[in-house]
């Protein structure tokens, strides 16, 4: 069974993971800030994607900065290569590597961090505590974790008590995990991260938890979710392309004005 990057990895995906990017922004630059990048640094950012961490990153890095961009995939580290053209004269270097096997790229890392990219590696746990001793002492690591999980109660009881409307954020919520568990990967590694780090022997954890608002972006990333695994869902008998179909017709006529988070996110930064 393949246990790699279960989602797409095309154009249109990339455009999700640009409105992911807006979505994930105030985390986001809260990471940066606790992990202190410096105009020098060399930052190693797993699963870069077609580049928005990468970006923000960047604008943080001077002329003696590097980010090493480690992807599995070489169309979206193409892209990455177009979007961070001019961003930052710090310098960019795309890797094609799997992020499951620690290689030469981590070597003189000051920093290594990614977003919504652990959830991706089967046992991130190994993952973690394998690449902590490559590591030199001191530097900053921080990851953006999804959490598809505990949304689920609220969106439960709401459904069952006082809001019907709700059901097609549930089943969205529920065919996501069912997805990632079919895959053998986790759809909530952020939840036991800082326990890893800690576990592995990193200093100085810190984990932080904060809903996403479901705003009209983040309904038309679940649509375009829906897009991208349509057949994957159905192959693994979880929703039949008809029922996706018709979920997306639902998700349309949403009214994005007081709808409840249906993921939040985890912030853990730590030291070596």
Known sequence: MSTGYVLGQSE?????????????????????????IKPTDRVVELGC?????????????????????VDSSQGLLDQ??????????????????????????L???????????????????YLLGRVKPILKTGVRIGFIEPDFRSPLA??????????????????????INELYLARRISPDAGATLGRTFEMAGYRNVRSFWSECPTDSLVIENILM????????????????VAEVTVQQEVLRKL??????????LFRVTAEV
Not at 161 to 173: D, G, M, N, Q
Not at 231 to 239: H, K
């Open 49 to 69: 994607g077609p580049g928005g961490l990468s970006k923000r990153i960047l604008r943080r890095l001077g002329p003696g900065g590097v980010l090493v961009g």
């Open 225 to 240: 979710f829906y897009d991208e695994v349509r057949d994957t869902l159905q192959s693994l008998g979880i929703m039949t």
């Open 80 to 105: 990455a290569r177009k979007s961070l053209v001019g961003v930052s004269q710090a310098r960019f270097e795309p890797v094609l590597s799997d992020i499951s096997r620690p290689g030469k790229w």
């Open 255 to 264: 009214p994005t004005g007081s709808l409840p988070a249906v993921w939040g």
């Open 107 to 125: 070597e003189g890392a000051d920093v290594l961090l990614g977003r919504a990219v652990l959830h991706h590696v089967p046992m991130a746990e």
């Open 154 to 175: 609220r969106l439960a009881f709401l459904e069952a008590t006082s809001r019907p409307e709700l059901a097609p954020l549930r089943v969205w919520a529920t065919a």
């Open 12 to 36: 249109r995906a990339a455009r999700r993971l640009e409105i992911q990017d807006q979505g994930f922004a105030v985390s986001s630059e809260l990471l940066l800030d606790e992990l202190a």
